[in-house]
């Protein structure tokens, strides 16, 4: 059954912003590490972000660091990317994820994943 569902895709010009949820259906993943991931058409799926089960630590890929930040709200269930300055190279299917344990870049260790929501930079 689905456990995490993004939102908040679309398509804008270079320059503008988005902001992507990710919101947890049929319980809270409080206490578990979380994760933003894209993959860009053609592309092996990448790292973009990830936050601490606290909200105290997070990590970015060099290519979005200073453009987007991450944050949660657990109150709500939910999980947020706010992506600034995009730029045409941020096309990509974009997905949230879950993991019990530590903050880390890997995706092949989280558990729980989204169907993902698309993002299109135009030139």
């Known amino acids: 059954q689905v456990q995490l569902a993004e939102s908040g895709g679309g398509l804008v010009q270079a320059g503008a912003s988005l902001r992507l949820s990710c919101a947890a259906i049929?319980?809270?993943?409080?206490?578990?590490?979380r994760g933003w991931f894209r993959q860009p058409p053609g592309k092996e799926r990448e790292f973009v972000a990830a936050i601490s089960w606290s909200g105290e630590n997070t990590i970015y890929a060099d290519s979005v660091e200073g453009r987007f930040t991450i944050s949660r709200d657990d109150a709500k269930r939910a999980i947020y990317l706010q992506m600034d300055s995009l730029k045409p190279e941020d096309t990509a299917v974009y997905y949230c994820?879950?993991?019990?344990?530590?903050?880390?870049?890997?995706?092949?260790?989280?558990?729980?994943w989204g169907q993902g929501t698309q993002v299109t930079v135009s030139s």
């Open positions: 994820a879950a993991r019990e344990h530590g903050i880390t870049s890997r995706g092949d260790l989280y558990d729980y």
């Open positions: 049929g319980r809270t993943f409080s206490g578990y590490a």
